[in-house]
């Protein structure tokens, strides 16, 4: 019997992304938009308000699964992403949905341990760090209390499908002139994730669900990679090496009282002077073998799918 899967926020990367990956294994996908507009060949296109849990609940009303990729722009943290969350948890209760997740680093805090294990101590130091803390202890209590089942898979930085990472807004932004834009010191590991691969290990988390607890958090280890072997990676795929130029932190921390944006970056920056990566003993264990496109064939398919994004929307302009 083919499952239906409601992938929320599908407008954003990762969902779109999770959403295709859920297609192309023979799901029915409901790609829900605050207005409704089709963002997924192959998709039904359900319009719902994430503010409003009745919108919600009709949205996701049959389905299977439910993908949240809500995910509010970072100055919009503390005004929406818990309501968010008790929105989609209220959404769910009692219907029998499974809710995948996407998690982060965040709640880890700093200083970040180097070896990010599924029973590290959480210690967040940051506003979005205790967000995620309380995300994830409303999810825990929802699969307590009402057996709602939760599966979070925790990644690094993404990279590839499209744009809106640290990969296209930062390393490669000056590309075109010739410079890789390092936002830290070029020897640290960093965890990173590439899209079309975590996206297959949502649909290897579906079709393990039943036999999960209902609530599991996992690790996706992805690719640990510094900002040398990233810069190494690009050069291989361009053929031509690139200058290195350092993201001025200073700058960004003088414009941030008033750029609220900027303001929240720097907030976080930490993540790129703290090395660590993502380990897990359990996922694929539990889930079965996960893809692992090699780094340099994942660097060089992002950077044809910017290619292909910018020459599309210059077309269109």
């Known amino acids: 019997m083919t499952k239906t899967i409601a992938i929320l926020g599908a407008g954003g990367r990762v969902a779109n992304e999770v959403g295709q990956a859920f297609l192309d294994a023979g799901y029915r996908v409901r790609a829900v938009t605050r207005n409704g507009r089709p963002v997924l060949p192959g998709a039904t296109s359900v319009a719902a308000d994430a503010m409003d849990e009745a919108q919600l609940a009709a949205a996701v009303d049959g389905a299977d699964f439910v993908f949240n990729g809500l995910n509010p722009l970072y100055t919009e943290w503390p005004k929406k992403v818990m309501p968010m969350a008790r929105n989609v948890m209220g959404a769910l209760r009692g219907k029998g949905i499974r809710h995948l997740f996407i998690g982060n680093v965040y709640a880890f805090g700093s200083p970040m341990p180097p070896v990010l294990r599924e029973d590290t101590p959480m210690h967040p130091s940051t506003v979005k760090g205790r967000i995620r803390m309380e995300m994830k202890a409303l999810f825990r209590a929802e699969a307590e209390a009402h057996g709602t089942q939760t599966i979070i898979l925790r990644a690094g930085d993404f990279f590839g499908s499209g744009t809106g990472s640290w990969f296209d807004q930062a ?50 280890p992805g690719h640990t990679a510094t900002l040398a072997d990233m810069k190494a990676a690009i050069e291989r795929a361009t053929g031509r090496e690139l200058k290195t130029s350092f ?69 269109a302009a």
Do not use: C
Request: hydrophobic share 50%; proline share 10%; glycine share 4%.
């Open 247 to 315: 993201m001025p932190w200073w700058v960004i921390r003088l414009i941030g009282p008033f750029n609220p944006m900027l303001r929240e970056f720097s907030i976080m920056n930490y993540l790129w002077r703290e090395p660590h990566k993502l380990v897990s003993d359990r996922i694929e264990a539990l889930l079965g073998p996960l893809p692992r496109t090699p780094l340099d064939e994942a660097v060089a398919r992002s950077l044809a799918d910017l290619s292909r994004q910018r020459a599309a929307e210059k077309s």
């Open 171 to 220: 390393l490669v932004s000056k590309l075109d002139k010739g410079v890789f834009t390092a936002p830290g010191p070029m020897d640290l590991p960093h965890a990173w994730a590439y899209l079309p691969d975590l996206a297959q290990a949502f649909v290897a988390a579906a079709a393990a669900a039943e036999r999960l607890p209902a609530f599991e958090a996992l690790h996706f």
